[in-house]
């Protein structure tokens, strides 16, 4: 069972067309949630971390929530610039002493 | 200041061959990660150094993988004999601080074919 899941899988949008990308986990005992940004052929870009239900943060157009079960990641009135891969990762007891565990990734495309 | 830097961008092998990885984490941090996506799945921890130290590698596949940190600098990443299904896209983070601070800096990444 996957304990990352993001959704959806792949979004294609229109600039300005606001939205928000899905971070579900399952694991007990979350440390942190982390939003990543990556671009093709680049490493992930680190974004966000979140600690604790309720907690929220911004950058830009960007915003991250995160509740007890999942993360959104809201992008307000996006550029082609924004398009990438957004990457969800958890830290958490017994996940191993420092390693992220993620998800999939959300492949997000703004057109002009 | 230089980011992560792996080398080789890209390698292709043949089954059974060797190859070794290298990561230049940024100067300064301590705390050196291997990470692997294999193609269609997400990515997956290996392990982690702390300085020269081994603190985790419940990651590492088998016994084909071998990490090493020198001097607590630079680290490779052996893969011997390598398989096929070891294909994938290796990244090296680096980061100064532990525990909740987990703004780890990747590196591009390496690109394994084993054919």
């Known amino acids: 069972e996957d304990q990352v899941t993001q959704s959806p899988e792949a979004l294609r949008l229109q600039e300005g067309e606001s939205s928000s990308l899905n971070c579900s986990y399952t694991?007990?005992?979350?440390?942190?949630l982390f939003w990543y940004r990556q671009d093709p052929g680049k490493g992930p870009e680190f974004l966000f971390t979140l600690y604790s239900a309720g907690e929220e943060k911004e950058k830009e157009r960007l915003k991250a929530t995160l509740t007890k079960k999942e993360s959104f990641l809201h992008i307000t009135a996006p550029k082609p610039e924004d398009s990438a891969t957004y990457l969800c990762a958890v830290q958490y007891l017994g996940g191993g002493a420092d390693g992220l565990t993620f998800g999939k990734g959300t492949h997000l495309i703004i057109q002009p | 200041e230089a980011g992560v830097t792996q080398f080789p961008s890209h390698s292709v092998i043949e089954k059974g061959q060797t190859v070794t990885l290298r990561c230049d984490p940024i100067?300064?941090?301590?705390?050196l990660y291997w990470y692997r996506r294999v193609m269609g799945k997400e990515i997956k921890f290996l392990l982690h150094?702390?300085?020269?130290?081994?603190?985790?590698e419940s990651g590492m596949p088998n016994n084909r993988f071998l990490a090493e940190r020198t001097g607590g600098t630079y680290s490779t990443l052996k893969v011997q004999p390598a398989e096929l299904e070891d294909s994938g896209v290796y990244f090296c983070a680096s980061s100064q601080a532990r525990g909740f601070n987990r703004e780890l800096f990747f590196g591009e990444g390496s690109r394994l074919t084993v054919l």
């Open positions: 100067s300064g941090h301590d705390n």
């Open positions: 150094f702390v300085k020269e130290s081994k603190q985790d």
């Open positions: 694991v007990s005992g979350l440390r942190g």
